[in-house]
């Protein structure tokens, strides 16, 4: 139903962009979102998009990254720029209601390099 794409090894202050196909169906009906999850460390939300388009990001992802969506493609993006070794994990997308997601798809890594 979700299929994340778009990680990869990047150095330290540099871009990536995350991509998640989802079906027709949950990305016009639901929040969607990108968590992560680095080593030994819990899940986290990044940032999520709500139906309208209006969006939320956690502290450490504002005014790095970016999250949007195109109904059109059944797509949800996450630019991420101004990369930091700390934002290495596992990213996943997601979608739900409100705050409670209950669709994930399988993660994309994502390394960056000091």
């Known amino acids: 139903q979700l299929q994340a794409s778009g990680g990869g090894l990047v150095q330290s202050g540099g871009s990536l962009r995350l991509t998640c196909a989802a079906s027709?169906?949950?990305?016009?009906?639901?929040?969607m979102g990108w968590f992560r999850q680095a080593p030994g460390k819990q899940r986290e939300l990044a940032a999520r998009?709500?139906?309208?388009?209006?969006?939320n990001y956690a502290e450490f992802a504002k005014g790095r990254f970016t999250i949007s969506r195109d109904n059109g493609k059944d797509t949800i993006y996450l630019q991420m720029n101004s990369l930091k070794p700390e934002d290495t994990a596992f990213y996943y997308c997601?979608?739900?209601?409100?705050?409670?997601?209950?669709?994930w798809g399988q993660g994309t890594l994502v390394t960056v390099s000091s």
């Open positions: 997601a979608a739900g209601i409100g705050s409670v997601f209950g669709y």
């Open positions: 027709g169906s949950i990305i016009r009906m639901n929040t």
């Open positions: 998009i709500n139906s309208a388009g209006s969006t």
